[in-house]
């Protein structure tokens, strides 16, 4: 059984952000926190968003 992806959009940003950070690999949810920057009015390639993840350190 495949297991079942969280909804990403019932997360906080916080949320999500750390979701990608453990899962870096899923383009869903990588899409997911692109999509809720861009309706923020924040720009930049999905590549310029992942190098930021990795400066970031947790909370």
Same mark, same amino acid.
């Given at each position: 059984?495949?297991?079942?992806?969280?909804?990403?959009?019932?997360?906080?940003?916080?949320? !999500?952000?750390?979701?990608?950070?453990?899962?870096?690999? @899923? %383009?869903?949810?990588? $899409?997911?926190?692109?999509?809720? !920057?861009?309706?923020?009015?924040?720009?930049?390639?999905? @590549? %310029?968003?992942?190098? $930021?993840?990795?400066?970031?350190?947790?909370?």
């Amino acid at each position: 059984m495949i297991p079942q992806k969280p909804n990403f959009d019932q997360m906080t940003t916080k949320q !999500l952000r750390a979701y990608i950070l453990a899962h870096r690999d @899923d %383009e869903d949810a990588i $899409h997911a926190m692109a999509m809720r !920057l861009q309706n923020e009015g924040k720009t930049g390639t999905v @590549d %310029e968003f992942l190098e $930021h993840l990795k400066q970031q350190t947790p909370e």
